[in-house]
């Protein structure tokens, strides 16, 4: 099946610097990619969805100048925590489909803990 | 080995049948785990999660889902099945370690309820 990579896997930064995140499709063309976070004990909240050579769609409620997010690939999405604080500790984890396809595939998972 | 597995990836019965569907993870540590359904055009939406307590879990739209330890399970049931249940329900599982955490969607069970 089809397979999602995302790292790094945990990150530990410093509050004020910018972490990035990775997430690739490893077999297909990922033409949208979706990102979200997971507060402890909560579900996945949606940040954004962005689609291959466009800019991203945010959700209400997220910065987008805080948490870019990049698609400039079919096979690669970024998304950048910039000038990180202590409350955007959480678990990010990204999603993938493909052309005309509804089932998503997900990452593993980034855990980032700011101090 | 796969961390997540559901057997079922294609399931369809008629309208007020039971459904069972399978959840099964491989780790012996601590997890957290959730039910996720994609109803057509739509995207994910968590019908329930565990985390601790009560391992019989009521979620919404008269889903519930038993986590048994020892089976290292977690499936997910309705007595009555509507025809609005026709989706795609996803099981997830957050593994949990001392240095890590890692995130795992299972690959999905196609349920079509017939009228």
């Known amino acids: 099946g089809a397979v999602v990579s995302q790292h790094p896997s945990r990150v530990i930064c410093k509050s004020g610097t910018s972490v990035k995140i990775e997430c690739r499709s490893l077999?297909?063309?990922?033409?949208?990619m979706f990102w979200y976070r997971q507060f402890p004990k909560q579900s996945l909240m949606l940040m954004a969805t962005?689609?291959?050579?466009?800019?991203?769609?945010?959700e209400q409620g997220v910065e987008k100048d805080k948490f870019l997010i990049n698609h400039a690939s079919l096979t690669l999405s970024t998304l950048t925590v910039t000038s990180a604080h202590p409350e955007d500790s959480s678990f990010y984890i990204c999603?993938?489909?493909?052309?005309?396809?509804?089932?998503?595939?997900f990452g593993s998972g980034t855990q980032l803990s700011v101090l | 080995a796969q961390s997540v597995s559901q057997h079922n990836h294609h399931v369809i019965l008629s309208e007020a049948a039971s459904l069972e569907l399978g959840c099964n993870y491989s780790?012996?540590?601590?997890?957290?785990l959730f039910w996720y359904v994609q109803y057509p055009g739509q995207h994910l939406q968590l019908l329930l999660k565990?985390?601790?307590?009560?391992?019989l879990v009521k979620g919404i739209k008269g889903f519930e889902a038993e986590f048994i330890k020892s089976k290292f399970s977690f499936n997910l049931r309705k007595p009555s099945v509507q025809w609005s249940d026709t989706a795609e329900y996803f099981c997830?599982?957050?593994?949990?370690?001392?240095?890590?955490?890692?995130?795992?969607f299972g690959s999905g069970t196609k349920l079509n309820v017939k009228p």
């Open positions: 999603s993938a489909k493909g052309q005309g396809q509804e089932k998503l595939f």
């Open positions: 077999d297909f063309q990922a033409t949208t």
């Open positions: 962005s689609n291959e050579g466009s800019k991203a769609t945010y």
């Open positions: 780790y012996g540590g601590t997890v957290n």
């Open positions: 565990y985390f601790s307590g009560d391992p």
């Open positions: 997830a599982v957050i593994l949990r370690g001392d240095n890590f955490n890692k995130f795992y």
